[in-house]
């Protein structure tokens, strides 16, 4: 389902209406604390700059009402933060189809940018709303999707939009298409073997995304707290670890479909309390003491993900395999990410914690993609097709 990108077409002399995600990290006084969104959105913004393009951005920022504007989620300051990572005048319109980007957008030059207001002021952005989606189609010659975080979610500016644009170009940006290609391309088509990791506080949330990669994947590895919820499914003790007794029915059938495909942690490294300085024990799996918890997978665990990993050509990473956040219970994540940055495996992590914990661990610049979306990413793991992906142009 390749599609086609920003590359494929010419933008000079036309209007490109790029949805990015420019939704930032602020602080209490709406100063943005962390402009990597807007970062990595430079590549595609730059290249239509470059090619002579007009360029207007949106995006959401934080979770307005929808009853009009609120200036604490203003993307003013994002506009102000893009003209010094360009190092030039980008323009702003303090509303998303009035007056002010009507005008902002008509005294747009050549290789000039415009950022338009939060698109969630209005209420038609998250109602997926025809109208509010046929004016934002209106300003532009080629709609650009660029936003992965949003990609899994119908809003106006996601489908509506392209859909509104007609017969009229409507291309993936440079990092949407970078994360199809990971999280979709060479998952449905991976060198073997093929090994996922996945760990984190809950199989409840993965369910989907390990009953999809059983079915891919030629092994299926847990680790997390995750683990003593299939414990629990197998017969054994899991102490005061977190468990998910709801969820033991459906362990039992993962295990029943996964085999020997599904690997499950042979040891814990538990503690007394939750905390690092708590009694620490190693013990095997499904045999964790009355008062104990699980907070790591065991050394033996570690040892032999580090081993399974090292043969595998495709990797796929989602969910730490301990509480990573607190040392000595880091050491289970630790290993497993050094033996996917070692291995030749094109690697794949997962957003949320395990790329926060690759990046933390500096291993990030030896895997080969580190996914943008928590929710995105997770949704295509459970092969999930997005409306947002699907209206793009094919390449
Ligand atoms: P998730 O967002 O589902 O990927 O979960 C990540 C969280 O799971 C991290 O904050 C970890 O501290 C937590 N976690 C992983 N293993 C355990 C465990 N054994 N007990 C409690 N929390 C855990």
């Known amino acids: 389902m390749a599609k086609k990108t920003i590359a494929d077409v010419d933008p000079s002399g036309k209007t490109v209406l790029m949805r990015v995600d420019f939704n930032v990290p602020q602080d209490d006084s ?28 949106m995006s959401h920022l934080g979770r307005p009402k929808g009853t009009g504007a609120e200036p604490k989620y203003s993307l003013a300051l994002t506009a102000k933060r893009l003209s010094e990572l360009l190092g030039q005048p980008v323009a702003f319109a303090s509303d998303t189809v009035g007056s002010d980007a009507q005008s902002k957008i008509s005294a747009l030059k050549d290789g000039e940018v415009v950022v338009l207001e939060n698109l969630r002021f209005n209420a038609g952005e998250q109602a997926g709303d025809a109208e509010f989606a046929s004016k ?26 392209p859909k509104a644009m007609g017969s009229k170009p409507k291309v993936s940006g440079f990092l949407v298409a970078k994360e199809i290609q990971y999280l979709s391309e060479t998952i449905s088509n991976p060198e073997r073997p093929f090994v996922a990791i996945l760990g984190g506080a809950k199989v409840s ?4 995304v390990i009953d999809n990669l059983l079915g891919i994947c030629d092994y299926v590895l847990i680790g997390g707290a995750m683990a003593y919820t299939f414990s629990l499914a197998g017969g054994g003790k899991t102490g005061k670890s977190l468990v998910e007794k709801d969820k033991v029915e459906l362990a039992k059938e993962l295990i029943a479909k996964g085999g020997k495909k599904l690997v499950l942690p042979v040891d814990t490294h538990c503690g007394d309390d939750f905390s690092a300085s708590c009694n620490k024990q190693v ?35 989602n969910g730490p395999m301990g509480v990573f956040e607190m040392p000595p219970f880091d050491e289970g994540t630790k290993t497993v990410a050094k033996a996917i940055a070692d291995s030749q495996a094109t690697s794949i992590i997962g957003g949320g914690d395990s790329a926060a914990a690759v990046e933390q661990l500096g291993f990030a610049d030896q895997v080969t993609h580190v996914s943008t979306g928590g929710g995105a990413s997770l949704s295509m793991l459970e092969g999930d097709k997005f409306e947002a992906v699907e209206l793009l142009d094919e390449a």
């Not at 943005?32 to 207007?56: F, H, N, W, Y």
């Not at 934002?136 to 809003?155: K, M, Q, V």
């Not at 949330?205 to 989907?208: L, M, V």
């Not at 799996?285 to 990993?309: C, F, M, R, S």
């Open 30 to 57: 709406g100063q943005i604390t962390d402009d990597r969104r807007i970062r990595m959105a430079l590549p595609s913004i730059e290249s239509v700059m470059k090619r002579g393009g007009r360029l207007v951005l």
């Open 136 to 161: 934002l189609a209106g300003w532009a010659d080629i709609y650009c999707n660029d936003a992965f975080g949003t990609c899994h979610r119908t809003d106006a500016s996601m489908v509506a939009v």
């Open 205 to 208: 949330d993965k369910i989907n």
């Open 283 to 317: 013990v095997k799996a499904g045999e964790i003491p009355d008062g104990w918890e699980g907070l790591d997978i065991g050394p033996q665990t570690a040892k032999n993900y580090a081993e399974l990993l090292k043969s595998a050509k495709t990797v796929v990473w």
